[in-house]
């Protein structure tokens, strides 16, 4: 395990160990790549080894089912799936959680756009949960919290990835029957340090501060990259081939190294229901209006079933299985594949800056062609151009 190896490959820093220890001798420590490592003081360590019996890592529980009940769908209401990034399943369970009087928890940008787990017990703040956000959050003290809330009763609903969902329940050491949990299935985490570079290349070549930044955001079409800015229209990259920090996270340059080792990235997986896209639903379910994303998700236990038939009605649902889910989302049944290029990325980034990266490490090879597919359309020129080239080559 991490303690013994310093094999950083075996540690997802879900912050279980360090809450746990009785008299607080472990420490989450950042690394030069902005990834936080427990370290134990040796003076302070009594060596009860809970810190050993409490990792997900090393104790991983696989005892969800096997062949979880599978769908596709997405809300019916058609403003809050706009709303949303993957289909809207998130918010309705939230939301129906809320009405329990319950606290809602999960991962949301400060005013500093630094990202941290946070809970909400109102509908207003629960708008801070909601979208895709591609780096590790900041957990903290909030295993604690969330412990504190189940002790007094209150229903809680803990979303995040497979590695804190499952390093929540072993921090927690036992069920709760008011605890519901959702983990996302996820390529990867980038750090907050890299995320931090990103912003600072974008108020650089936009010259205004960005006070708001999404990943994805079909209000806008379904844009990558919504960036606004404090005096400045908005930016929108319409893919993510044009935003340097989204094509090195689409392909796996910038993870945690626990990523490429997950393991969670299974079937059965971690949380009571499983909240992701369903890339390819097309292929399986023309007839669901896919135009604002729509989620997959997988009912992994009794108690995600029984807050599934509540809020099913909220749906256009169809069921689906395993194997048609991960066909075109692999990260539901294995970890991302790590390339070559991972080793030097933050490398590079110390010795270069992440200028350097960004245009010339993180640039797609279809860049340029884009950007001048984007001023041809600015110019209402690419659809006569389109039509003029299909026109060439029937003849």
């Given at each position: 395990m991490?303690?013994?190896?310093?094999?950083?490959?075996?540690?997802?820093?879900?912050?279980?160990?360090?809450?746990?220890?009785?008299?607080?001798?472990?420490?989450?420590?950042?690394?030069?790549?902005?990834?936080?490592?427990?370290?134990?003081?040796?003076?302070?360590c009594?060596?009860?080894?809970?810190?050993?019996k409490?990792?997900?890592?090393?104790h991983?529980d696989?005892?969800?089912?096997?062949?979880?009940?599978?769908?596709?769908?997405?809300?019916?209401?058609k403003?809050?799936?706009?709303?949303?990034?993957?289909?809207?399943?998130?918010?309705?369970?939230?939301?129906?959680?809320?009405?329990?009087?319950?606290?809602?928890?999960?991962?949301a940008?400060?005013?500093?756009?630094?990202?941290?787990?946070?809970?909400?017990?109102?509908?207003v703040?629960?708008?801070?949960?909601?979208?895709?956000?591609?780096?590790?959050?900041?957990l903290?003290?909030v295993?604690?919290?969330?412990?504190?809330?189940?002790?007094?009763?209150?229903?809680?609903?803990?979303?995040?990835?497979?590695?804190?969902?499952?390093?929540?329940?072993?921090?927690?050491?036992?069920?709760?029957?008011?605890?519901?949990?959702?983990?996302?299935?996820?390529?990867?985490?980038?750090s907050?340090?890299?995320?931090?570079?990103?912003?600072a290349?974008?108020?650089?070549?936009?010259?205004?501060?960005?006070?708001?930044y999404?990943?994805?955001?079909?209000?806008?079409?379904?844009?990558?990259?919504?960036?606004?800015?404090a005096?400045?229209?908005?930016?929108?990259?319409?893919?993510?081939?044009?935003?340097?920090?989204?094509?090195?996270?689409?392909y796996g340059?910038?993870?945690?190294?626990?990523?490429?080792?997950c393991?969670?990235?299974?079937?059965?997986?971690?949380?009571?229901?499983?909240?992701?896209?369903?890339?390819?639903?097309?292929?399986?379910?023309?007839?669901?209006?896919?135009s604002?994303?729509?989620?997959?998700?997988?009912?992994?236990?009794d108690?995600?079933?029984?807050?599934?038939?509540?809020?099913?009605?909220?749906?256009?649902?169809?069921?689906?299985?395993?194997?048609?889910?991960?066909?075109?989302?692999?990260?539901?049944?294995?970890?991302?594949?790590?390339?070559?290029i991972?080793?030097?990325?933050?490398?590079?980034?110390?010795?270069?800056?992440?200028?350097?990266?960004?245009?010339?490490?993180?640039?797609?090879?279809?860049?340029?062609?884009?950007?001048?597919?984007?001023?041809?359309?600015?110019?209402k020129?690419?659809?006569?151009?389109?039509?003029?080239h299909?026109?060439?080559?029937?003849?």
């Open positions: 991490y303690f013994d190896s310093k094999n950083k490959a075996e540690c997802s820093g879900c912050t279980a160990c360090y809450l746990s220890c009785p008299v607080h001798a472990i420490s989450m420590k950042e690394d030069e790549e902005g990834f936080v490592y427990p370290e134990i003081q040796p003076d302070v009594i060596n009860c080894n809970l810190c050993r409490v990792c997900s890592w090393e991983s696989y005892s969800n089912a096997e062949k979880p009940l599978t769908l596709a769908a997405v809300l019916k209401d403003d809050e799936r706009q709303r949303s990034t993957s289909g809207g399943a998130f918010y309705s369970i939230a939301s129906w959680v809320l009405r329990q009087n319950g606290v809602v928890y999960g991962a940008f400060d005013d500093r756009l630094q990202l941290k787990h946070i809970g909400v017990d109102n509908i703040d629960l708008q801070k949960l909601r979208g895709s956000k591609y780096l590790q959050s900041s903290e003290n295993f604690n919290e969330v412990k504190e809330k189940l002790e007094e009763g209150k229903c809680c609903y803990f979303t995040g990835t497979g590695c804190q969902i499952a390093g929540l329940k072993s921090f927690l050491r036992k069920d709760y029957p008011t605890l519901l949990t959702s983990d996302l299935v996820c390529h990867g985490v980038p907050q340090k890299l995320f931090n570079e990103h912003i290349y974008l108020e650089h070549k936009y010259h205004d501060k960005v006070v708001d999404k990943f994805r955001d079909y209000k806008v079409g379904g844009g990558c990259e919504a960036c606004g800015f005096n400045r229209e908005p930016v929108i990259k319409p893919t993510y081939e044009l935003s340097p920090y989204l094509y090195s996270f689409m340059y910038t993870y945690r190294s626990s990523c490429y080792n393991h969670f990235a299974r079937v059965p997986r971690q949380g009571d229901i499983t909240i992701a896209d369903f890339w390819g639903v097309e292929k399986y379910f023309p007839e669901l209006d896919r604002c994303g729509t989620s997959l998700l997988f009912v992994n236990t108690k995600g079933r029984d807050v599934w038939e509540k809020v099913s009605d909220d749906f256009d649902y169809q069921v689906s299985n395993v194997a048609d889910a991960s066909r075109y989302n692999g990260n539901v049944v294995h970890a991302s594949k790590k390339p070559d991972r080793d030097d990325v933050y490398k590079l980034l110390e010795e270069k800056g992440y200028k350097y990266l960004a245009e010339n490490v993180f640039r797609s090879p279809n860049y340029n062609k884009l950007i001048l597919r984007m001023w041809l359309s600015k110019q020129w690419l659809k006569p151009i389109i039509n003029l299909k026109g060439v080559n029937k003849k």
